[in-house]
């Protein structure tokens, strides 16, 4: 009964670095999303795909880029770190809107 | 003006206590209601879907008033374990998105 599974937990990226943060769900979810939490600004919406090969942007999308190559996955990659992207990520899914979102237990990601 | 508005609070309430929160939407062509509860540093966790007629889960209650586009939440004798922070969200009619409020803090006082 994994959920939604984010890994890793913590990062910590120098300046420039690009990295992937990954998502995987087992419970044959279409909707998945990823949003970033900052204090006072909630959450915000990255990336999004209502299912496998279909991916849109959301309300903070640069900087970062999605691939929804299987039905399980969605992986976020960071193109060129930088320290504005400190931030907590979630991955979240759902089958569709009409049902919550799961979420995953985040990745804190620090950027020096 | 933001797709969904929540006052952040904080709320300090005695144990006991009963607490409301609102939270209003700007589209009216939002479809679908969610009360999410978040502890601090933790995921947000689905706390109830919000429906037409109302609902109600043990302690909670969810009302949606669609002519003022609100959504609230009552908790009903309140428990520590109910400090958190409650988030509000949306879905628009024809969109894929779901929009989070910011959330509003609840502190439930021994």
């Known amino acids: 009964n994994a959920g939604v599974t984010q890994t890793p937990k913590f990062q910590v990226l120098k300046t420039g670095q690009s990295m992937t943060l990954q998502c995987a769900q087992d419970?044959?979810?279409?909707?998945m999303s990823w949003y970033r939490q900052d204090p006072g600004m909630g959450l915000r919406l990255i990336h999004y795909?209502?299912?496998?090969?279909?991916?849109d942007q959301g309300e903070v999308p640069n900087g970062y880029n999605v691939s929804r190559s299987t039905t399980e996955d969605f992986p976020l990659r960071l193109l060129s770190a930088a320290p504005s992207q400190t931030s907590v990520y979630f991955c979240?899914?759902?089958?569709?809107?009409?049902?919550?979102?799961?979420f995953g237990s985040g990745t804190r990601l620090t950027v020096v | 003006r933001k797709e969904v508005e929540q006052d952040p609070g904080p709320f300090n309430v005695p144990e006991g206590a009963t607490v409301a929160f609102n939270c209003t939407y700007s589209n009216s062509a939002s479809q679908s209601f969610f009360w999410y509860r978040q502890d601090c540093r933790k995921e947000p966790k689905l706390l109830m879907s919000v429906y037409s007629s109302g609902n109600e889960d043990g302690r909670f209650t969810a009302q949606l008033n669609r002519a003022s586009q609100y959504i609230s939440l009552l908790i009903r004798d309140s428990k520590l374990s109910d400090s958190a922070t409650y988030l509000c969200?949306?879905?628009?009619?024809?969109?894929?998105?779901?929009?989070f409020g910011t959330g509003t803090s609840l502190t439930v006082i021994p």
């Open positions: 969200v949306v879905t628009r009619r024809g969109g894929n998105q779901f929009y």
């Open positions: 419970m044959n979810h279409e909707y």
């Open positions: 979240a899914s759902t089958q569709t809107k009409n049902y919550g979102y799961t």
């Open positions: 795909s209502v299912g496998a090969g279909i991916t």
